[in-house]
């Protein structure tokens, strides 16, 4: 039986407004287990970077607080912890990989310095030591040449170079999590592709679990065991990776899949967007969130929020269309609700939910 690395039940984080404390993220729950990847994945705004903020206690130097719920980290709770308390867990137990690695790295010390101050922190090694660790961690994410690399200041290495700096001194301490912010957000789609096998590669050689936050959902698909949909600062929809994209159940995530170019129709249709924008944290809507954008929108989605159903051992939906008075919008057969979300060319047919 696979053995829980990470457990959050209902984070709840906030930051300060001019009149009250507005949550980005709301009664948020999922867990990893040792050896898997879990893809947290949305658009912009949806509150997939706080969640790991949150994890790594990082949100309280962003403005931010944790409200209330649970991050157990094998088993210890990491929510209550003092910021120094977390100095030994974040960086060698818990590492992350930040969105921007040239933002991420100190422009005045060298790249080698860099991984070095980590390995020295954690490990209680000497400064030659730390710096022939830094090395072969340069080797280690394929940087050519790392003697000369080390010594190196970020403005001298490419993007694609800096990326695996950073992910370098994610892995300096052999972390049991590592989370990925974003991790090919600013490289060409080449290094992208790089990275991503890097991370694949990484993860079985050490070992470690991954947290992978995107809102590709090509890269999800390549990453993936695991996959939690974030919306307006909720989870929408979770499940395992192959079921999740057979059968899309939440409009939100069978919009997200419908928008990649080549994965519906002939080529040279136009491409499927999902109608409106997600909604700022401090004027969401009552009722489901994704009601005002939903093509499958029911009376009682603009009043009562859902919560989740559970469509199968190990996949749930927080959507309206599964409880077992749906009409609108789909056609009931049986013990069946069949709902044309269109994601290639098929309805998508899923056992009616038990609520959760």
């Known amino acids: 039986m696979a053995q829980k690395l990470l457990e959050i039940e209902n984070l709840t984080a906030a930051f300060r407004s001019q009149k009250d404390w507005v949550k980005a993220t709301?009664?948020?729950?999922?867990?990893?287990?040792?050896?898997?990847?879990?893809?947290?994945?949305?658009?912009?705004?949806?509150?997939?970077?706080v969640t790991s903020l949150s994890i790594m206690r990082l949100i309280d130097y962003a403005g931010g607080v944790i409200m209330e719920g649970s991050i157990r980290f094998k088993g210890e709770e990491l929510a209550s912890k003092e910021q120094q308390e977390m100095i030994g867990i974040r960086g060698n137990k818990i590492a992350m990989i930040f969105q921007d690695p040239m933002s991420a790295l100190n422009p005045v010390f060298t790249v080698g310095d860099q991984i070095a101050e980590s390995v020295q922190l954690h490990q209680n090694k000497s400064r030659e030591e730390a710096w022939k660790a830094a090395v072969e961690m340069l080797r280690l994410v394929g940087i050519p040449s790392p003697e000369i690399r080390a010594g190196q200041y970020p403005h001298e290495l490419s993007g694609g170079m800096c990326q695996r700096v950073v992910i370098a001194i994610a892995l300096a301490c052999s972390p049991e999590l590592l989370i990925a912010d974003e991790p090919t957000t600013a490289l060409d789609v080449t290094v992208q592709a790089q990275i991503l096998d890097?991370?694949?590669?990484?993860?079985?050689?050490?070992?470690?679990?991954?947290?992978?936050?995107?809102?590709?959902?090509?890269?999800?698909?390549?990453?993936?065991?695991?996959?939690?949909?974030?919306y307006a600062g909720a989870i929408v929809e979770e499940g395992l990776a192959s079921e999740l994209f057979r059968s899309p159940s939440h409009p939100y995530t069978a919009g997200l899949l419908r928008s990649i170019p080549g994965l519906e129709g002939d080529r040279g249709e136009e491409l499927y967007t999902i109608q409106g924008t997600i909604p700022p944290i401090s004027q969401l809507p009552s009722g489901c969130r994704f009601h005002p954008r939903?093509?499958?929108v029911m009376d009682r989605c603009r009043n009562q929020d859902p919560g989740f159903f559970r469509l199968g051992d190990d996949h749930k939906a927080a959507c309206w269309?599964?409880?077992?008075?749906?009409?609108?919008?789909?056609?009931?057969?049986?013990?069946?609700?069949?709902?044309?979300?269109?994601?290639?060319?098929?309805?998508?047919?899923?056992?009616?939910?038990?609520?959760i």
């Open 26 to 49: 709301d009664n948020v729950s999922f867990s990893l287990d040792t050896g898997q990847t879990l893809c947290i994945v949305g658009e912009s705004g949806s509150g997939k970077s």
């Open 294 to 296: 939903c093509p499958y």
């Open 321 to 355: 269309l599964y409880d077992e008075s749906v009409s609108a919008g789909s056609a009931q057969t049986g013990n069946k609700v069949t709902v044309k979300f269109g994601v290639r060319d098929k309805q998508n047919a899923v056992k009616r939910g038990e609520r």
């Open 198 to 230: 890097l991370l694949l590669r990484l993860k079985e050689e050490m070992g470690m679990s991954i947290l992978l936050i995107t809102h590709d959902m090509g890269v999800a698909a390549e990453m993936a065991d695991r996959i939690a949909v974030m």
